[in-house]
């Protein structure tokens, strides 16, 4: 495995295989089993004979294949629930799905939440098991504002903000919580007397699940003083709506928790350490690889992040040479959208490394990078795929990478030269991956 030809069709193996590997709904089925009327969620172990209503909330980029699991499971002993998606993949579970909007909030992200509490309030009794099944993308498909004069486009509004500003996703979070009525733990207390557990895929590090669709099932351990920080750093008041500004979450003098109802268990089924340990393993395995994992490569600005993984291959490159090297990643970058362009932070992440690899005449190595949900910023794509060569064969055909990145237009550059990843929503969403091979 020497050729680039050889590199981008193992990078490319690699990526889609573990997607295959990761699959949402085989995951939940691997975590929750029913024995007669016992009941394994997690770890936690229920009599459902002593359960007369159960309930299955599922919100999220995976909500469908993990309800869809549940159902499977449980069939006609679920009572009632509710699915929120921003797209259904696979067959249509039985329980109603709402499509929510993604990056955004859309008018079902709103009705999603108001009906998901009043079955909350409906249902809620001793006698209740509330089975939340709670996955990445949730925070902007599942929303209920803090204060009635907060409308669906000033919503929209906060989120395009948030996305736009350069803050990472426990910043982001940590904002939408304090401006909602349902993250941070609100949605559970709507039921404090049920018994609940909640069963999560992380789209965030593992050691905080509170921010995965920003905390609707876990309390928030947030401060006020943590909400006016970030919204100080970024400016926040200045970007957001008026009504927004006015909200109780800017007068308050100190965050109020929820009341009750939190879950009597949670449960992290899987995460994006995951999907790099299932990359490594199919890298090592199906093409001889020495991989190396850069857990320390997860977050950054994008330029920053790229340099260092660009200059870590090559380093492994020297160090193994004449064998096949992997380096594998997670997280995602920081990515400012400067343009009025197509793309996201995995396309523009490769659109760097093929000028940097152009201009250092990077030989033998390719640089992938995409979202495990299919979806990449504000675009068809998933990410994409760049060698050396990448940028001479844009000049070819006469695309300037140059004016592609200033104007954020990372897919369009790609999708010209067949480069770019599409593969539609996955149904799953555990950050990214990134995946650089040498020869």
């Not at 993949?89 to 799905?97: A, D, E, F």
């Not at 559970?188 to 069963?199: D, G």
């Not at 995951?274 to 490569?297: K, R, S, T, Y």
């Amino acid at each position: 495995m020497t050729s680039t030809t050889k590199l981008r069709e193992a990078a490319l193996t690699i990526f889609h295989r573990t997607l295959a590997a990761i699959d949402a709904e085989t995951v939940v089925t691997s975590h929750l089993q029913l024995d007669d009327n016992r009941l394994v969620a997690g770890n936690e172990t229920i009599d459902l004979g002593k359960i007369s209503k159960l309930l299955v909330i599922a919100i999220g980029k995976a909500s469908v294949p993990m309800a869809r699991a549940a159902e499977r499971i449980l069939g006609d002993r679920i009572t009632d629930g509710l699915i929120v998606s921003n797209a259904v993949i696979g067959s249509l579970p039985q329980l109603p799905v709402l499509l929510g909007g993604h990056p955004l909030p859309n008018a079902a992200s709103l009705e999603a939440a108001a009906r998901a509490l009043s079955l909350l309030k409906q249902h809620d009794s001793e006698q209740t098991l509330v089975l939340f099944l709670i996955s990445g993308g949730g925070s902007a498909m599942f929303e209920q504002p803090i204060d009635p004069g907060i409308t669906l486009d000033d919503l929209q509004a906060v989120n395009k903000t948030l996305v736009n500003c350069g803050a990472v996703i426990n910043e982001m979070n940590i904002v939408r919580r304090h401006l909602s009525a349902v993250k941070g733990g609100k949605l559970a207390a709507a039921a404090p007397r049920s018994r609940q557990v909640s069963l999560y895929i992380s789209d965030v590090n593992s050691d905080d699940l509170t921010t995965v669709a920003s905390g609707p099932t876990l309390p928030d351990a947030s401060t006020i003083e943590d909400f006016r920080r970030i919204v100080e750093r970024y400016d926040l008041m200045n970007q957001f709506p008026a009504s927004v500004v006015r909200s109780t979450a800017f007068r308050r003098q100190q965050a109020i928790p929820p009341e009750g109802g939190t879950p009597n268990r949670h449960f992290l089924l899987m995460d994006n350490r995951h999907a790099m340990m299932e990359a490594q393993c199919i890298a090592e395995q199906e093409f001889g690889c020495i991989v190396e994992l850069a857990d320390d490569l997860v977050e950054g600005h994008v330029e920053a992040m790229m340099l260092a993984h660009i200059e870590r291959i090559v380093l492994l490159q020297a160090k193994h040479r004449g064998k096949p090297v992997a380096l594998i990643s997670g997280g995602e970058a920081i990515c400012p959208v400067r343009g009025n362009g197509q793309g996201g932070r995995n396309q523009e992440f490769i659109l760097r490394a093929a000028i940097q690899m152009h201009q250092f005449q990077t030989e033998n190595v390719v640089a992938l990078s995409a979202g495990t949900d299919g979806i990449d910023g504000h675009s068809p794509a998933a990410g994409a795929i760049a060698d050396a060569e990448t940028i001479a064969r844009a000049a070819a055909k006469g695309i300037s990478a140059e004016a592609h990145l200033i104007n954020s237009d990372s897919f369009n550059f790609f999708r010209e030269l067949g480069d770019a990843i599409i593969t539609g929503p996955t149904g799953n969403n555990v950050r990214d991956l990134r995946i650089l091979l040498a020869g």
